[in-house]
T-cell receptor
Framework: KAGVTQTPRYLIKTRGQQVTLSCSPISGHRSVSWYQQTPGQGLQFLFEYFSETQRNKGNFPGRFSGRQFSNSRSEMNVSTLELGDSALYLC???????????FGEGSRLTVL | GDSVTQMEGPVTLSEEAFLTINCTYTATGYPSLFWYVQYPGEGLQLLLKATKADDKGSNKGFEATYRKETTSFHLEKGSVQVSDSAVYFCALTPLDAGNMLTFGGGTRLMVKP
């Protein structure tokens, strides 16, 4: 069974640009969550989607948004990038609503 | 809000030593508790979980017991191996927000042969 796939794995952007990250969950998983990982703040929850609806949202500004498609694939978008948005963005999928998540390897974003 | 506090690393041990990584939490109600592990170059993986007080989660020789009275979920292993070298994250999720995890800062474990 294929794992969670995130694309792109690495990307470099400049301040003010926007970025879209993609996540393909494990087949059959309808929940997709996104987390931001930085050395200073650690792992922080961004949002979770289930059956194309946002189920939970973390404490991030409105520049961070996401969506989920009917095939459960998800995208997250960050607009007007800031230097502090440089991070590893992790996507996780799950069949259940129990916190048992399967993580992808992440998309590493560098903002210059 | 909810929070998780882990002992800071790195923790450096010799092979076959006993491991304890402390984790305490603050949360309302009765959260579920987890340990996730991140091996070098790999994504986070669920190591073990516990969903109610006095539950013991176990996997791959690792154990952790949900202690409501001390709000703790310490990770232990009786004999570590070099292959256990990784970053370990303690996490919780409230009863009504299943996949919205709050993570601790992570503890890096280095095991020397």
């Amino acid at each position: 069974k294929a794992g969670v796939t995130q694309t792109p794995r690495y990307l470099i952007k400049t301040r003010g640009q926007q970025v879209t990250l993609s996540c393909s969950p494990i087949s059959g998983h309808r929940s997709v969550s996104w987390y931001q990982q930085t050395p200073g703040q650690g792992l922080q929850f961004l949002f979770e989607y289930f059956s194309e609806t946002q189920r939970n949202k973390g404490n991030f500004p409105g520049r961070f948004s996401g969506r989920q498609f009917s095939n459960s694939r998800s995208e997250m978008n960050v607009s007007t990038l800031e230097l502090g948005d440089s991070a590893l963005y992790l996507c996780a999928s799950s069949q259940l609503n129990t916190g048992e998540l399967f993580f992808g390897e992440g998309s590493r974003l560098t903002v210059l | 809000g909810d929070s998780v506090t882990q002992m800071e690393g790195p923790v450096t041990l010799s092979e076959e030593a006993f491991l304890t990584i402390n984790c305490t939490y603050t949360a309302t109600g009765y959260p579920s508790l987890f340990w996730y592990v991140q091996y070098p170059g790999e994504g986070l993986q669920l190591l073990l979980k516990a969903t109610k007080a006095d539950d013991k989660g176990s996997n791959k020789g690792f154990e952790a017991t949900y202690r409501k009275e001390t709000t703790s979920f310490h990770l232990e292993k009786g004999s570590v191996q070099v292959s256990d070298s990784a970053v370990y994250f303690c996490a919780l999720t409230p009863l009504d927000a299943g996949n919205m995890l709050t993570f601790g800062g992570g503890t890096r474990l280095m095991v020397k042969p």
